[in-house]
């Protein structure tokens, strides 16, 4: 090696370090902020929406004019519930959600689940999971895949069924608070429950979104400027964000309002720099419906969560030793609508303890 050559040598390694040290962590980052999606995963999603969002939704039958007054209610097609599963492991709670639907009548409901095909659960092979999965990709915490997935669900059950008048978000964690007849009445046809103008003659459409959006919260800015100070402009200025918990159950023309969205999603789909501040799903929903329509959502959710004590962005899970007759009496607890219709987060082993308590306690109203 001649003195030359050996000098070039040193000084190149000698500029490599900082070299490394300015773009080391830049590359880091950016392999950190890979777009979740492969651009097949996001055309795939688009079609479906677009589907979705251009579906003629065929008018009911109109009944008869002499009959307008005293039977309108009852010469309508059934309006139907859509419950939504958001799944990444098994239902631990399907023979609970058994006993929910049980004896009634399916043309009252359906089901639609989402589970992480990543992940390798269980197929039911009986009961009302089975065969109700729709084809499905990657989820993980933290990313705008929740958004998605929620999407996802919203999309097929529009589709799937023009009935569909309530969309109900859940996860393998929630348990139902009442029995199916209660939560039917609640949505449709209580003059008390959430609107407080609905009756029994009210079309569906002057229903409102059961759907937590908070404008004041903790750390509001620094998860607005996750992705960025100046990243979610100008579609969403600060004023316009908003934050609540990403289980709501919407009515039909806020599901379509959902997945005919492009201009939130372009924002809200962008990775954080900010990991710990990353939270896509319980931003995007309010935030668009808050945008889109403020007086057709109670701003409220009808799924009891609790926040006391939490940990790492994770609320309480009730052990078995806590499920009891008191617990789901304090759980049904709300000063914002009559009751709360259902609850997270139960670990799995509290299975027993609410079958146990479930005819007697959860599903006597
Ligand atoms: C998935 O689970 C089933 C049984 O539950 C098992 O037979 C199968 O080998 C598992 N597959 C993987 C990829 O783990
Ligand atoms: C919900 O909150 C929005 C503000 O985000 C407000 O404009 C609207 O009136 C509220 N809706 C109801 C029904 O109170
Ligand atoms: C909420 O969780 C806390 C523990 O973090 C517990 O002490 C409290 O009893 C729970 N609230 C209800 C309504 O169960
Ligand atoms: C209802 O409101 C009262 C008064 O603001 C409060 O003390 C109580 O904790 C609230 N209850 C629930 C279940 O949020």
Redesign the pocket.
């Known amino acids: 090696m001649s003195p030359h050559t050996a000098l070039v040598l040193a000084f190149s390694i000698l500029l490599s370090v900082p070299v490394i040290i300015i773009l080391g962590p830049t590359v880091l980052i950016q392999s950190q902020l890979q777009l979740p999606f492969s651009p097949q995963d996001e055309l795939d999603d688009l079609s479906l929406f677009t589907l979705a969002s251009t579906f003629r939704h065929h008018a009911p039958p109109k009944p008869k004019p002499s009959r307008i007054f005293q039977f309108s209610y009852q010469t309508k097609p059934n309006p139907k519930i859509a419950f939504l599963f958001l799944t990444n492991t098994d239902i631990h709670f399907s023979p609970l959600w058994n006993l929910f639907f049980h004896d009634q009548p399916t043309k009252l409901y359906n089901i639609y689940i989402h589970k992480d095909p990543s992940v390798n659960l269980t197929r039911p092979v009986e009961g009302v999971f089975k065969n109700r999965f729709i084809s499905s990709k990657k989820t993980a915490r933290a990313s705008p895949t929740l958004i998605s997935a929620a999407r996802r669900l919203l999309a097929h059950a529009l589709l799937d069924d023009p009935e569909n008048a309530y969309f109900a978000l859940l996860s393998q964690n929630c348990i139902p608070l009442h029995s199916f007849p209660y939560v039917y009445r609640s949505l449709f046809f209580s003059p008390t429950f959430g609107s407080p103008e609905s009756t029994r003659q009210t079309q569906t459409q002057t229903h409102r979104s059961f759907i937590e959006i908070l404008t004041h919260a903790p750390r509001l800015w620094n998860r607005y400027i996750a992705r960025g100070r100046f990243a979610m402009l100008p579609e969403v200025k600060f004023d316009d964000f908003r934050v609540g918990s990403q289980f709501f159950t919407l009515t039909r023309s806020h599901a379509l309002l959902v997945v005919r969205d492009r201009a939130l999603w372009r924002k809200f789909r962008n990775p954080c720099y900010k990991m710990d501040e990353c939270y896509p799903e319980e931003h995007y929903f309010p935030t668009l419906l808050s945008m889109m329509d403020p007086e057709g959502c109670t701003n409220y959710t009808l799924t009891n969560v609790?926040w006391?004590?939490t940990r790492g962005g994770h609320p309480?899970s009730?052990k078995p030793q806590?499920v009891s007759v008191e617990?789901i009496s304090?759980?049904r607890e709300s000063n914002l609508s009559e009751s709360y219709l259902f609850a997270r987060k139960f670990t799995p082993d509290c299975l027993q303890p609410l079958l146990y308590i479930a005819e007697m306690v959860i599903f006597k109203d």
């Open positions: 609790n006391t004590g309480y009730y806590e617990l304090r759980l």
